[in-house]
């Protein structure tokens, strides 16, 4: 699956009480946590009344993907290109 999907199902879990981690499959938790993602999620969700199939919510996981795209596997483990810390696998 790519970024933008792991994000939806992210959220998704979010907001059906599911486990879902400290950030998407595939994301660093560090640069997620820092800008805050989840939280402009949920002021855009309130905001706009707007529902996952919403070509805005689209558009906005689709921003997230690109911003964050950027962690790249080395030996043995997971290093962010844009924070650089270091995540074992």
């Known amino acids: 699956m790519g970024i933008a999907e792991n994000i939806k199902r992210f959220f998704k879990a979010k907001e059906n009480k599911e486990p879902a981690g400290d950030a998407p499959e595939g994301v660093c938790p560090n ?3 820092r800008q805050e993602w989840e939280g402009n999620y949920y002021k855009l969700m309130k905001a706009k009344n707007i529902t996952p199939e919403h070509n805005t919510y689209n558009s906005f996981i689709n921003e ?3 911003k964050l795209d950027k962690i790249t596997l080395k030996e043995d ?4 290109t844009t924070c650089h810390v270091k995540q074992k696998k």
């Open 31 to 33: 640069c997620w946590g």
């Open 64 to 66: 997230i993907a690109s």
């Open 77 to 80: 483990s997971y290093e962010c």
